[in-house]
């Protein structure tokens, strides 16, 4: 099975900061992992940015040291491969793959809420997020909050995500219809990384077929979440850029263009696709199908687990920790006559001692 994964991000036309982040493997650091991340952070221009970094960089981080432990057996980490294997814990009805995933988002989520609680500037910060990775020709999709997955199969698009906002959950409980729906001004979002300690995952994994295309994005590329005509126009870009290209990046460029040119460009963009190719349906299935589902709250094993990960030496962001926990609150400036002042004392110094060295008196 080949796959081939393209990302691209872009600010907007609106907004002076790009609060999307991206990340996949393969890369240099791990080579044999498929795996896709989009995150759309919130909590304004000094938050939303750091939220979203934060939850890619903790998941890449995540799988590029499991994965060292997983190729790299040695005594000495013995201990330390114990401690990643107790986040597993409610984990182990579903695959190895799926299960690394739920547990680096889960992970993730707990050290946007850890950050947020350091630095009041960051508070109440937090990110929507939606990631794939393939295995053994099969796809696990995971997500929190309004960023989307679709398939492109047979020339259909059909979205394999279910938004977590207040809309669909009045949607789902019958007290409003979907035509109701579209006179709502203002979706809130139910779900998100960051805002509790722990946090439900919605998981699903579902059997791929050759040919096959996922693409992954923020709402900057959703402008009404109910809206089926929107859905076939970016299918329709993804097919013809595809037959005209063959270049996933090339696509990436196109659906963000759409974005800021036919949806307005109001939000942040990103735009994601993962390509499935020379898949041989195999003679027994190995093939797995688990519907969309929430994985529970962690367990307090879980959660003391993943304090302990967090706080280790050899994780890369504790060094992001301890800067912002000394970083001073309030920065109180000079005022500007006190600093002329100043400036000027120092000239008057520096001129003394250039007259006593020119007299040799130094």
Same mark, same amino acid.
């Given at each position: 099975?080949?796959?081939?994964?393209?990302?691209?991000?872009?600010?907007?036309?609106?907004?002076?900061?790009?609060?999307?982040?991206?990340?996949?493997?393969?890369?240099?650091?791990?080579?044999?992992?498929? #795996?896709?991340?989009?995150?759309?952070?919130?909590?304004?221009?000094?938050?939303?940015?750091?939220?979203?970094?934060?939850?890619?960089?903790?998941?890449?981080?995540?799988?590029?040291?499991?994965?060292?432990?997983? !190729?790299?057996?040695?005594?000495?980490?013995?201990?330390?491969?114990?401690?990643?294997?107790?986040?597993?814990?409610?984990?182990?009805?579903?695959?190895?793959?799926?299960?690394?995933?739920?547990?680096?988002?889960?992970?993730?989520?707990?050290?946007?809420?850890?950050?947020?609680?350091?630095?009041?500037?960051?508070?109440? #910060?937090?990110?929507?997020?939606?990631?794939? !990775?393939?295995?053994?020709?099969?796809?696990?999709?995971?997500?929190?909050?309004?960023?989307?997955?679709?398939?492109?199969?047979?020339?259909?698009?059909?979205?394999?995500?279910?938004?977590?906002?207040?809309?669909?959950?009045?949607?789902?409980?019958?007290?409003?219809? !979907?035509?109701?729906?579209?006179?709502?001004?203002?979706?809130?979002?139910?779900?998100?990384?960051?805002?509790?300690?722990?946090?439900?995952?919605?998981?699903?994994?579902?059997?791929?077929?050759?040919?096959?295309?996922?693409?992954?994005?923020?709402?900057?590329?959703?402008?009404?979440?109910?809206?089926?005509?929107?859905?076939?126009?970016?299918?329709?870009?993804?097919?013809?850029? #595809?037959?005209?290209?063959?270049?996933?990046?090339?696509?990436?460029?196109?659906?963000?263009?759409?974005?800021?040119?036919?949806?307005?460009?109001?939000?942040?963009? !990103?735009?994601?696709?993962?390509?499935?190719?020379?898949?041989?349906?195999?003679?027994?299935?190995?093939?797995?199908?688990?519907?969309?589902?929430?994985?529970?709250?962690?367990?307090?094993?879980?959660?003391?687990?993943?304090?302990?990960?967090?706080?280790?030496?050899?994780?890369?962001?504790?060094?992001?920790?301890?800067?912002?926990?000394?970083?001073?609150?309030?920065?109180?400036?000079?005022?500007?006559?006190?600093?002329?002042? #100043?400036?000027?004392?120092?000239?008057?110094?520096?001129?003394?001692?250039?007259?006593?060295?020119?007299?040799?008196?130094?």
């Amino acid at each position: 099975m080949q796959v081939n994964i393209s990302a691209l991000t872009d600010k907007g036309l609106v907004r002076s900061e790009n609060e999307d982040a991206f990340g996949y493997f393969p890369d240099n650091s791990v080579k044999d992992v498929n #795996m896709l991340v989009v995150c759309d952070g919130m909590g304004g221009h000094t938050a939303g940015d750091v939220a979203a970094q934060t939850a890619v960089t903790c998941i890449k981080h995540f799988f590029y040291e499991f994965h060292k432990l997983r !190729t790299r057996p040695d005594a000495l980490q013995e201990q330390k491969k114990q401690l990643y294997h107790s986040l597993f814990v409610n984990l182990e009805k579903i695959p190895d793959q799926a299960r690394s995933l739920v547990a680096a988002i889960r992970l993730a989520n707990r050290q946007v809420f850890r950050l947020s609680r350091l630095n009041p500037k960051q508070a109440g #910060m937090g990110a929507t997020i939606v990631a794939v !990775t393939i295995f053994d020709r099969n796809i696990c999709i995971c997500h929190v909050g309004d960023s989307r997955a679709y398939r492109i199969r047979d020339n259909h698009i059909d979205l394999m995500t279910k938004d977590h906002s207040r809309i669909n959950e009045l949607i789902s409980s019958g007290q409003i219809t !979907t035509e109701d729906a579209h006179n709502y001004s203002r979706n809130e979002i139910t779900r998100a990384l960051g805002y509790q300690e722990s946090i439900e995952v919605d998981v699903s994994i579902h059997a791929v077929q050759d040919g096959d295309i996922y693409f992954l994005c923020s709402d900057g590329l959703v402008s009404d979440p109910l809206s089926l005509k929107e859905d076939e126009k970016k299918k329709a870009i993804i097919l013809k850029t #595809m037959r005209d290209s063959g270049n996933l990046r090339r696509t990436c460029m196109e659906l963000i263009h759409y974005g800021k040119h036919e949806l307005g460009g109001a939000d942040n963009i !990103t735009a994601g696709l993962v390509q499935c190719a020379g898949i041989v349906p195999p003679q027994l299935s190995t093939m797995l199908l688990v519907l969309p589902n929430t994985i529970p709250w962690e367990h307090e094993k879980v959660s003391q687990a993943e304090n302990d990960i967090l706080s280790g030496t050899d994780f890369l962001l504790v060094d992001m920790e301890r800067q912002w926990e000394e970083q001073p609150a309030v920065k109180i400036p000079i005022p500007r006559k006190q600093s002329r002042a #100043m400036l000027l004392i120092l000239l008057i110094i520096l001129l003394t001692l250039l007259w006593l060295w020119g007299f040799g008196l130094i």
